[in-house]
């Protein structure tokens, strides 16, 4: 499938404790530079065809993408949860829905969608188009059906609140016409939502620099946090360049929140000998019958543009990118055991600090993990705010001022 990574195989050797900062042109750095190359694709790939930001199927998407009227409540777009700003992520632990209800896991950061084998925290979608069937529906996001979608596309009516949007459905008649032949369904809504997920892709970040050969896109700190990530920390096993994820899922032992959330994982009942149901089963609770070797394991996410995204991990319980780094070092230390199933092997087998290593582990590879910011997209111009924000941009302000080259006609 286009856009997709071929796996790699090739694990980097460990590499030699470094106990001096390497200087950015020096011969530590370009040794590790001519490995990760050696190693892995050296750029990402082209998510697929025709997925440029003025491409009609991605311009119809991002239209949907920002249109609060697919949700029942009509306050809540995809963005909504998915925020430019925040990396297409919400800035919440656990995201919050129509009429408030909070949702169980984490949103997280939508760059690199593109190249995801499985979608969501438990991989319980294979594809994007797949994915976008389940946020209209769910009754914690957008609490919608896909019936009262397609009307309020081809009609501009959206009937939970009574109003009509005349601007809109000329929008969408325009759209779909040009990219689907007229045909509004979930499925043609799901292609331009996918089609526009897709196109989120951040690269030129230092790092991208730096692999290509600007020895000075790094900083000193930034080449021994990736000395670390590639060698004794033992991160690129699971998040390998170009996407830094290995699309796979693992336990790493994520704490549980203290404060748990209100809906309970009806799904544990009968899973792998009975789990307490406030734990998230992960890639567990979603293939029948349950890999119990997978419970509590998560996809890996994608570290391009991580910076932007905070809080972390499926249930957000880390607030900054220090509070994971500082996670990975107890785990590898042994000091911390997960909540709920069996540990990956690796995780036991990080070294930082405290094995000899570089003092400054931890700080390191924090700067390392800013170098993967590179470039990000902003929303149109009409913008929107989280639920519950203030400044929510209804869908009449939305259609009624044009916006040169985003009317579909
Ligand atoms: C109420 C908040 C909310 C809304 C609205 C919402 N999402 Fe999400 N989104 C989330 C959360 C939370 C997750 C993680 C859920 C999980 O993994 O079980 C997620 C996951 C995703 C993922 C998977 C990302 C990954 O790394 O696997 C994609 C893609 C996505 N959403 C796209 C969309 C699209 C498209 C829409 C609109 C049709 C949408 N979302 C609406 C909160 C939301
Ligand atoms: C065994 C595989 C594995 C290893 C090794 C690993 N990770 Fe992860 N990483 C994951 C998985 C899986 C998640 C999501 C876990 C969850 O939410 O339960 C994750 C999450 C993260 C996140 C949060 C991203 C987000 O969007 O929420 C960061 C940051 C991160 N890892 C950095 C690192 C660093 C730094 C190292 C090395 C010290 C590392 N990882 C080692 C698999 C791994």
Same mark, same amino acid.
Request: glycine letters at 12%; one cysteine or more; aromatic letters at 8%.
């Given at each position: ?6 796996? !790699?195989?090739? =694990? ?6 470094? #106990? ?20 892995? /694709? ?35 777009? #995809? ?41 969501? +925290? ?5 594809? =994007? ?18 019936? %009262?979608?397609?009307? $309020? ?29 007229? @045909? ?11 089609? $526009? ?12 620099? +730096? ?23 033992? #991160? !690129? ?10 699309? =796979? ?5 994520? /704490?549980?929140?203290?404060? %748990? ?31 119990? %070797? ?37 785990? !590898? ?8 199933? @069996? ?38 111009? +009409?913008?929107?705010? /989280? ?23």
């Amino acid at each position: 499938m286009t856009g997709r990574l071929s796996r !790699g195989s090739l =694990l980097l050797p460990i590499f030699a404790i470094a #106990c001096t900062v390497p200087q950015p042109g020096d011969p530590v750095a370009g040794n590790l530079r001519r490995q990760l190359l050696r190693s892995f /694709p050296s750029a990402l790939p082209e998510p697929g065809p025709d997925l440029t930001p003025d491409s009609p199927a991605v311009q119809l998407g991002e239209a949907l993408f920002f249109d609060p009227n697919l949700s029942s409540c009509g306050t809540v777009a #995809c963005a909504s949860c998915h925020l430019p700003e925040r990396g297409f992520s919400d800035g919440r632990r656990v995201s919050i829905g129509c009429g408030g209800i909070s949702g169980r896991r984490n949103s997280g950061s939508l760059y690199g969608a593109a190249y995801l084998t499985h979608l969501f +925290w438990d991989g319980r979608a294979d594809s =994007l188009e797949l994915q976008a069937m389940d946020p209209v529906t769910d009754p914690r996001e957008m609490a919608n059906s896909w019936e %009262e979608v397609v009307r $309020y596309l081809s009609t501009g009516e959206h009937r939970a609140t009574g109003r009509r949007f005349v601007a809109a459905e000329r929008y969408y008649r325009a759209g779909f016409a040009q990219v689907y032949h007229g @045909q509004i369904s979930p499925e043609t809504v799901a292609a331009a939502l996918a089609a $526009y997920q897709r196109s989120l892709v951040s690269t030129d970040s230092a790092f991208d620099r +730096w692999l290509a050969g600007e020895d000075a896109a790094l900083t000193p700190a930034q080449v021994q946090g990736a000395l670390v990530f590639f060698g004794r920390g033992r #991160c !690129g096993e699971c998040h390998p360049p170009p996407a830094f994820t290995d699309s =796979l899922f693992h336990n790493v032992g994520v /704490p549980a929140p203290r404060y %748990e959330s209100a809906e309970p994982f009806p799904t544990n009942a009968g899973i792998c000998g009975g789990v307490p149901v406030h734990l998230d089963p992960g890639r567990a609770g979603t293939v029948n019958p349950a890999p119990c %070797e997978e419970l509590g394991a998560f996809r890996t996410p994608s570290l391009r543009n991580v910076e932007l995204s905070a809080p972390y991990m499926h249930n957000g319980v880390f607030s900054s990118l220090d509070a994971v780094v500082q996670h990975y070092w107890s785990v !590898g230390r042994g000091t911390t055991s997960p909540p709920i199933g @069996q540990l990956d092997h690796r995780m036991r087998l990080i070294r930082l600090t405290d094995s000899g290593g570089h003092p400054d582990d931890l700080r390191n590879l924090v700067e390392f993990l800013r170098s993967l910011t590179g470039s990000t997209r902003d929303g149109p111009p +009409w913008g929107i705010a /989280p639920p519950g924000g203030s400044g929510l941009s209804p869908a009449e302000t939305l259609f009624s001022q044009p916006t040169p080259g985003k009317q579909g006609s």
